[in-house]
């Protein structure tokens, strides 16, 4: 086989993860109260978001924040840095998701959660608990 032969494939492989990479949602976001910003990004077959750098990431002692607030004590030692705290959203349409669960590491609670890109180049971000649902909204960082 020719080596042009597989040029068709390699571009329709690079539009596709071009495509996929341009969701609105994706970016390193910047939380309301300026404390943290988290990275959104593809994981597995969802969306996922880790905390890639905060405000004041050092404690009392001079050591990296860690997860005290986990009710697994196994998980307490776990820097904040570099934690998913969000995870497990499926694409509902560009920009939209749903179906997620986000992690307070300031309480140690994870909520059913959605995320939706807004027209002004924000994010919303709802934490929900049965029916009743509380947004934030990120502005991007990146």
């Known amino acids: ?28 976001w910047l939380t309301p109260d300026g404390a943290a910003k988290v990275k959104v990004a593809p994981c597995a077959a969802s969306l996922c978001g880790t905390v890639v750098w905060l ?4 404690d009392k002692a001079g050591k990296p924040l860690t997860d005290q607030a986990n009710p697994d004590p196994a998980l307490r030692s776990r820097p904040i840095v ?34 939706s890109a807004n027209p002004d180049g924000t994010l919303k971000v709802e934490g929900c608990v049965s029916v009743a649902c509380k947004a934030q909204t990120w502005t991007r960082a990146d």
């Open 55 to 58: 405000k004041a990431p050092l």
């Open 82 to 115: 570099g934690l998913v705290m969000i995870s497990d959203f499926k694409a509902a349409t560009a920009g939209r998701w749903t179906g997620g669960k986000i992690y307070d590491p300031k309480t140690g609670r994870t909520y059913a959660s959605k995320l």
């Open 1 to 28: 086989m020719k080596p042009l032969a597989f040029l068709p494939l390699a571009a329709a492989l690079a539009a596709a993860g071009a495509a996929h990479a341009a969701d609105p949602a994706q970016g390193v």
